[in-house]
């Protein structure tokens, strides 16, 4: 029965771990890569059909063709960094996700009431520059992969930098939030609309360049949080239980504010934990993070539902294939 369906996805991010997983629960594949990377693609044998661009933005021509032909899409972190979410919801193949979430994850300040509102402890905003208490970390709306921040550190510094955020943002909103010193970490998450469950997939922290680098050198240095890679990790078992409760309390709230629907399948919360051991999430991520990349094979949460190898890619074919079973697809795509 999977085999009359067709799993899609773009050529970026996470698609190796979101066919190979489709692959691996029965489907059969299909990647809409760009032509300069076909041949890189053509390397895995999960990946049953390509279909090429020259560019991203092209897509909406390749969906018309695709249309008839029993396809689900399922979205990653460059479906919003390339297509826009505009272009992610004027999508009309069936799309693994629920498209109302995009709403409250791109607008900055409609996610962090979201966050707010579930209980969850997030950093400082300021809306008046007076009232800053540094370090601050000023963001623009839609930023994606940690590119375009600064980190600022005293009010002079601060006046200056504004304006030239401001023009370097191109008009989009920003917003100046408390810079949280401790560790990053990522907790991905899985919550089920079939089963009810949360289940935490795996962990990882980022590697950002150049901040992670500065410790190496002895002088001062502007950071920068450009991500080119992900490390894995694993969380202090006592704190374990509140990072199942924040990902609960997320899913719950998004229910009564965003649609009955909510916020389902893979999803992100971006954490820093402090020296007194507290989590302060600086964002929620509401599709498949690329640091599950790291765990094709499962990881060590992963390993202790599933007694085989459990990645979010495959866990994502494996939701589409029970609701297939049940006949419960009009659940979990929009
Ligand atoms: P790419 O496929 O590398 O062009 O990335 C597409 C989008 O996903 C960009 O917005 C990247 O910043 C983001 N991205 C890619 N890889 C990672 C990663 N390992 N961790 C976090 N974000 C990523
Ligand atoms: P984001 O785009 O929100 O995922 O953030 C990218 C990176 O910027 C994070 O991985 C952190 O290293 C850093 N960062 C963002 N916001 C904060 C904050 N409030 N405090 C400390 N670091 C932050």
Redesign the pocket.
Known sequence: MNKQYRIVTLG??SALQILKGAHDEGFKTLVIALNKQISFYKRFPFIDEIVGLNAFFEFPEIEKKLLDKNIIVIPH??FV??LGMEGNKKMTLPYFGNKKVLDFEFDRVKQGDWLKKAGITTPKEYKNINDVEFPVIIKSFGA??G?GYFLVNNHKDLVEKIPSFAKASEGKKYIIQQYIVGVPLYIHYFYSPLTKALEIMSMDR?YETNVDALGRIPFDVDPNYV?V??SPLVLRESMLPEAYEMGEKVVKKSRELINSQGLFGPFCLETIITPDQKFYVIEISARI???T?LFIQGSPYSDLTYNEPMSTGRRIAREIKIAIEENKLNLILD
Request: proline fraction near 0%; charge should be positive.
């Open positions: 970026s991010h972190g460059s960094a390339y994606a992969g590119k980022r991500v890679g992900n993070v690329a640091g990349n």
